[in-house]
């Protein structure tokens, strides 16, 4: 019997049960907590899925809500059994709005009028949970990532640039929905061979120039696919020689010979060094070559921390806007550089306490913590749920990687030091901040965005920037992504190591990559709105690959000392 | 091939008598009675021709196909077994046939064949739709074509090879006229004059058009080009399967292997950078053209203004193109020092460059790109105390006072201005350099436009930065701040908060000051009521304070010690 329960929390608790045609669902769900405490009225509704578009509201039938045992009548307001359980904070606009009209109150206002249908699960004939939610259509999405891999038809000319992102983004948003991806291995590898040039490096394509961003994604597709084969396309060699050529006096990295200067630079070069195990010495063509003091991470965090900016996030290049997608790459390029306990987090409450300790410690920490925190903070919306990119910009599915993807690693440089119980003892944060709670962010909200109003539910699949947008690879793989952070809670598990006498920044060594990360399935101590078939594969925080993806390919080039 | 050399001696042997003459007469009327009662008066296709023409050659075999072998007369499958062997064995070269054939059965076949009048040379194929005459570029089979549209292909054809005759006569004269070789008729120079370029440019397009017309073979621009006569292009390369392949137009693909050909050679020339120019018409986010399209640029010596000039109509064009920008950065730190010295020049350029980016933010106000180019020009160009810029950005805040991008850019004009600014100092770090005058100008500002809509939040974020910036406390706006809190605390129809981010700035004031509870009951409401969705971040931000509070203590007496130190 396939029955639809509201939730614990749920004051008024109706059942329905469907009529047609009964499935046996498989009892999953029984194993997760918070579905324990409806178990006697609830099933997992996983398996069902006759016919989605024939269902009516005819279609079940109400059973009466003294069924229930937990029913409390004095709390009960108004019952309203057809009601999927969704609350008001993603049914209605803010509470506090003010009547002057701009452009972007008006874009405002329409994206929120866009959504509402969404979140109420308005949204045509789907099936939806008792949370109002649709499940991910995974079957779709799979197929719209695999006809992004092509062959794509001629108007993707635009894209000719970015051909190596299409195997990243397809490749990864298949490896979270459980899609296994070796059997991309051959392909991976011709294809990346024709996009590598003999000076290092990939590009976009046969005779484009190497550029660091093309050279991400190829690089993460190889490690996505593994295996020695596809390692071995990589040349190493030249890799390093092209990153030395891309390295700045400043710390910061050019994005191709002649290219731009930012962040995205910063945080690639990072993972690039990190994952081959590149060595750190400058070659004396680079521009940053100072006769051997410096090395490539040299001043990397420092050009970081430039990045910041008076509202607390971070930006493509000093004194620009703060920007999601640019604070995730500076958090993820610190925790790369080192444990980011360490060098993340800078307390700045009194700004003369600051100065001195500044003058008197080691700087060690580089980013604006509270600040950071409040910016990022702020980039969710309600009633959406989703994140946006910038202050008073409107949400976008991407920003759940972007700025969501941010929180792993915030949690992970508040949390407490030590391990196990040692951490239950000591709640004190080295960063002298309150160690972050189960969730900084709204996760419900997040959800209920990605499920609700990301998914494109017509024959093409993929997911989006907001309702009305098309669907592509991009957006699909960061919304996934999204959801994967979500879903997960990710534990630091190492403190920071000694550093090298004399040091105060780590330019010996990438310390960060070594760091030890456990990931857990998220349990909401109130309700789940998804089904636990809905969980997506989790990713690194920094690397946004699966560990054993970043494992394989730094076990095979550590293995290899030299360019042998 | 035995299984024909048996069906050869299967008659042979059961009919070893030669026939007389009179049976296969008869056969030949009969045979041709069936193919003229078929006969359709005229062809209306090229096939239809064809096959007429087919069967009138071959009558057995027309009868077979109608009938079937076993419906024929025994004569008639006696001519129809030798008209096979004769046209399949007329393929093969003497010696084989010799060995296929006795020549007894040899000398029976031929027999036969003349006493039936058959026409030894038949056409040996039945003709076939698309086989026969070939597929034109549309895919249709040509021999589908009527009569007349056929004979104009005909002609189409030998005009093609006419010209491509000329073509070669054309370029052999080129080569010549390089190597300095000397007519050998008239005694002089070979020299292709002017006129016969031009000659031979009208025939390459007339070349392309029929080359395109006849077999849907599209040669680009560049391929028919006199320009780009001596350049081999390098064809993309992709081995099968590769992914995310893209199925490029004809155009982009043969430019691209021009591209690559001239990059490889390093070549730096005015049709390299027409070619940048067509293949950015296509794909304005192919960051290698625009590189290259600099370097031909400063290679070559062009005007930066006229390159700027075009560069404005693309930009204006590819709004969200983010290599249009960078490509503008490449040209100014280039024309920069060439103005340098110049103040006035210096002036006009700036003034130039703000008009456009005025018009191109009036297209798409928040454009990431085209703020972070200003940004970054204002201070190449060191355009601090512009009032012009500080005005326009104002203008911008006034058409919508939540235009983020604008008050960023008002926050660097002011705040990293040289003389207000200590190098390396985080944006979120105070500044001794920066005047009170300053601090309480920008804090004035800010607060007009809250007074606009309490909740937009960019300004509540730039009034913050400010007094940061400035050293000043938070505190020191605690009454502007109350002013959007009423009665808080009090009760759900007492409270009115107009603005989230007056209550998140109060709470920030009261913890400075170290009232906690306050601090704590601003954070409790924003958690409860007022902006539930950040419910997670307010909680984190009670536990800092009762975790503050007892930091607090520590820091102070460190403090303490430390300026003791110093």
Sequence with gaps: MVVRTKGARCRNRAIFIRKFPKQKGDMAAASNPTSQ????????????????????????????????SNYTPEEAVQPQPTEPMIPDLFKQPPLVKDDLI??????????????????????GPLELNDYGLPRLNREKHIKFLKQSLGPLPGRFVGMDASRPWFLYWCLSGLTMMGEDVSSYRESVIATARTMQNESGGFGGGHG????????????????????????????????WKWLCTLKQPDGGFQVCVGGEEDIRGAYIAAVVITLLDLPLDLTPESPAYDGGRSNLLTGMAEYVRSCQTFEGGISSQPNNEAHGAYAFCALACLALLDNPRRIIPRHTDTQTSRQLTALSSPLTSYLDIPRLVSWLSYRQYAPEGGFSGRTNKLVDGCYSHWVGGCFPLIEACLSPSGSGSEKENNKTATSGLAAAPESLYNREGLIRYILSCCQDQTKRGGLRDKPYKMSDAYHTNYVLSGLSSAQHQWDLDSDPLPLPEGETTPTMAALGADSIWNVFPFIDDNDQVYEDSDRVRPIHPAYAIPQKNVAGIRAYFQGRSGFA | MPPKSKAATKPKATEPAPATTNPTTTTTTNTSQTASSQEPSEPTTVLERSQQRYEKTRPFEAARRQHGLSKLSKEDQKGWICDQLLHLTNRLPAASRARLLSPKASKEIWWTINGTN????GLKQQPKAHTTWGTDRNGHDVGSYSIERFDERIKKRAALTALQVSSRVFRENVEREKRGFVDARSGQEIIVTEREIDEEKVRRSKMTALKKELYGEITGKLASSVDWEDVVPTPHEEPEGALAAIAYPAEYAEAMSYLRAVMSKKEYSPRCLRLTEHIIGMNAAHYTVWLYRAANIFALGLSIPDEIEWLNEVALANLKNYQIWHHRHLLVEHYHPTIASDAEALAHFAKQERDFLIAILSEDTKNYHVWSYRSWLVGKLEMWEDSEELKSIETLIDEDVRNNSAWSHRFFLVFSNPKYATPGKGATERDDKVTQELVDREVQYAQTKVYLAPQNQSPWN??????????????????????????LGEG???EEVRSTHALDFLAEIYAEKGESEKADLCLRRLAEKWDRIRRGYWEWRRKCLTQGSSEKVVEESEKAEEVTVV
């Design chain 1, 37 to 68: 405490e409806g178990a006697a009225t609830s099933t997992s509704s996983q398996q069902q899925q006759p016919n989605l578009d024939a269902i009516t509201d005819d279609d079940f039938e109400y059973v009466d809500e003294e069924f229930v």
């Design chain 1, 102 to 123: 701009t452009d972007t109150s008006k874009l405002q206002d329409q994206t929120v009028e866009h959504c509402l249908p969404f979140l109420a699960g308005q949204d």
């Design chain 1, 208 to 239: 484009q120039l190497s550029h660091l961003a093309t050279t991400y994604s190829v690089i993460l597709a190889i490690a996505l696919v593994g295996g020695e084969e596809a390692y071995n396309v990589i040349d190493r060699k030249g890799m």
């Design chain 2, 118 to 121: 058959s026409i030894v040379r």
């Design chain 2, 462 to 487: 730039y009034m913050r930065g400010v007094l940061v910036k400035g050293g000043r406390q938070l505190a020191s706006v605690q009454e502007f701040v109350e002013e959007f809190v009423v009665k």
């Design chain 2, 492 to 494: 759900d129809d007492q």
